[in-house]
């Protein structure tokens, strides 16, 4: 039995359904779960927090991500290409990536995610070179050991270039070989039951990496094992030209040929979907990762979230690929997604207590889960809390909330699952220094072995 009591917090913003926010609120936390939000909160606690100088958040939750590409961070600023390109440079070097990579890299992005509020992630692994029987497994451990709640997917291209793909024959697998090893990992390691840390998806790339049949047998697939179905879509304006030239339908369309649309998906980035596209979504119940920083370091374009707001489908916020961020910061991802929003349609169109329930509520959502994502008891306990008395809030104190969202500020305590992860804006179970000499290391044998370094 683990119990805290976060004692006197100087405000709560619950994020349930109401978007109650109130001060002095304690919240009891016993056995990985909230047990009371309220004042005064009485009963015995193995340990009691002072957060009256702390603005409690349910912690976020970050829907789309390749953690791998941590160790191409910044790869020479990207050289400032658009998506294609860009996906061509890497592609021959992420195909050296062996198991330990995979390993470090997973512990490093999550680390530096846990460290910005996330309690939940997500991630997208699609480069399967030989040797990588083992990649999802090595990516449980690492989740396991940083204590974040993890929705890994099983990736997968079969598309290369030789049959008018776009990545090369070294990182794409046979329709049978990728469902074996999602059938393996989905029996291995996905848990359905209330307050999992673990839930396994499956993620065929994208139109330009995947064939149609590996997307609708990945689906079957899905269905049958009752896990949920994560895919890239309408990212580019090239792709939008690929998929009318290949398919002659839009990409969404094209998902919807596929019995992709459907209230068990959700996709990243939709920056560029018709008017029947975004009717198609909201009808179908498919929820969308919306990654702004991602699509503003490519020039992919601004996604329409007011009009997916608006038209009632769920969007949860991610921070994407390091490699395409190069950021693993949730909280430097909602004033993102404000920003955003606001120079694509206007100033009024993403209040900051909108963009926190993308990262909240919105990501709940995409990833299917109702026991996460706010502060209420009966909720997994995972909450984030941002000291207001420091610098990066002072002058701010007319709206707190807002304050921590825009400032400079990073969480000083982080919760996950009941157990404190993150104290005093450091992580309580790893060294920071000994995570990133592992990082480095194993990116520069990334790029040892593609003859670059
Ligand atoms: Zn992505």
Redesign the pocket.
């Known amino acids: 039995m683990t119990s805290i009591l976060l004692e006197g917090c100087r405000l709560v913003a619950s994020m349930d359904d109401a978007g109650a926010e109130s001060a002095d609120t304690d919240i009891a936390i016993r056995d990985g779960w909230i047990d009371e939000v309220g004042p005064n909160v009485s009963g015995e606690f193995e340990r009691r927090v002072d957060c009256r100088n702390f603005i409690a958040l349910p912690g976020f939750i970050n829907t789309?991500?390749?953690l791998y590409q941590t160790l191409t961070r910044a790869f020479p600023e990207s050289r400032g290409q658009p998506l294609f390109p860009w996906l061509q440079q890497l592609y021959p070097i992420w195909a050296g990536l062996d198991q330990d990579m995979v390993a470090v890299s997973t512990r490093a992005g999550l680390a530096e995610l846990v460290l910005s509020g996330c309690t939940t992630s997500a991630d997208?692994l699609y480069v399967f070179p030989p040797g990588s029987e083992h990649f999802l497994d090595a990516q449980v451990e690492a989740a396991r050991d940083i204590g974040v709640r993890f929705h890994p997917t099983r990736g997968s291209m079969d598309l290369s270039v030789k049959d008018g793909g776009l990545p090369p024959d070294s990182v794409v697998q046979s329709i049978d070989e990728i469902l074996s090893d999602s059938e393996r990992v989905i029996a291995a390691y996905h848990d359905p039951a209330p307050g999992a840390m673990v839930r396994i998806g499956l993620a065929p790339c994208s139109p330009f990496s995947v064939t149609p049949e590996l997307m609708k047998q990945s689906a079957d697939l899905a269905r049958r094992a009752g896990v949920r179905l994560h895919t890239?879509i309408a990212?580019t304006l090239d792709e939008d030209a690929y998929s009318r030239a290949e398919f002659g339908v839009s990409p969404v369309q094209l998902l919807s040929s596929l019995g992709w649309l459907a209230p068990d998906v959700w996709v990243?980035?939709c920056v560029h979907p018709t008017d029947n596209d975004v009717t198609g979504l909201a009808g179908s119940g498919t929820s969308v990762a919306h990654?702004p920083t991602?699509n503003m370091l490519l020039g992919s374009g601004l996604a329409p979230v007011r009009r997916f707001l608006d038209a009632g489908i769920s969007v949860g916020l991610?921070v994407?690929?390091s490699a395409?961020n190069d950021a693993n910061d949730m909280r430097q991802e909602v004033k993102q997604a404000v920003l955003a929003a606001r120079v694509r349609d206007g100033a009024g169109a993403m209040p900051v207590r909108d963009a926190v329930r993308l990262a909240t509520r919105g990501g709940a959502a995409a990833l299917g889960r109702n026991d996460i994502g706010s502060i209420e008891a009966g909720k997994a306990a995972d909450v984030v809390m941002f000291d207001t008395s420091t610098l990066a809030c002072a002058g701010g104190e007319q709206d707190l909330l807002a304050a921590v969202v825009l400032g400079a500020t990073q969480p000083t305590m982080v919760i996950v699952n009941g157990k404190v992860v993150v104290e005093e804006g450091r992580l309580v179970h790893h060294d920071d220094e000994v995570l990133t000499r592992l990082q480095n290391e194993a990116s520069r044998r990334l790029l040892t072995r593609a003859g670059l370094d």
Do not use: F
């Open positions: 789309h991500h390749h997208h890239h990212e990243a980035h990654c991602s991610g994407d690929g395409s």
